[in-house]
């Protein structure tokens, strides 16, 4: 009677283990994918910081070009002063930020730019790269280990016009 009595708590054991990894399973399972699709989604994403939310209009072209190359994008904007977007770009939560150039260095954290100015050509204002500095100019900057090919993307298209 003991030995049958062992033999069905050991059988009870390997059902309750059995039922509970297959739970556990499931909870891996469900984690993994809402992990993977945060990651997606994020990385069909750029957000982009402004000084002047009337400079947003200025790049209406070259997200144009951006977008045609990636038909999911999507596309936030953001204002604040300069301290505030450098912070939210060195936080990570901004991928790309326009700020005036007004010749102060940039805070510690690695980051790369380049200067622009507003240029009007016959009916468009657009934002031209120039090679100058300038207190008049304005300077568009992203982390230095930027692995996003989306913002690359737009990096590029914003360069070569």
């Not at 939310?53 to 604040?80: N, R």
């Not at 050509?121 to 120039?130: E, P």
């Amino acid at each position: 009677m003991i030995k049958v009595l062992v033999v069905v708590i050991i059988l009870g054991i390997f059902v309750l283990g059995y039922l509970m990894l297959g739970k556990w399973n499931g909870f891996l399972y469900h984690s993994y994918r809402s992990r993977q699709q945060k990651k997606k989604q994020k990385e069909s994403m750029l957000r982009i910081g402004f000084f002047n939310p009337m400079l947003e209009k200025y790049i209406a072209d070259t997200l144009q070009q951006v977008i045609k190359q990636y038909p999911t994008l999507s596309v936030d904007f953001y204002s604040g002063t300069k301290e505030e977007l450098i912070q939210e770009l060195s936080a990570r939560k901004l991928d790309v930020i326009v700020i005036e150039n007004d010749m102060t260095p940039m805070p510690d954290f690695q980051c790369l730019s380049q200067t622009f100015r507003l240029e009007q050509r016959a009916d468009q204002i657009r934002l031209v790269k120039v090679r100058e500095e300038a207190p008049d100019l304005l300077r568009v900057v992203w982390p230095k280990n930027q692995n996003s090919p989306i913002v690359r993307y737009f990096l590029k298209c914003l360069s070569d016009r």
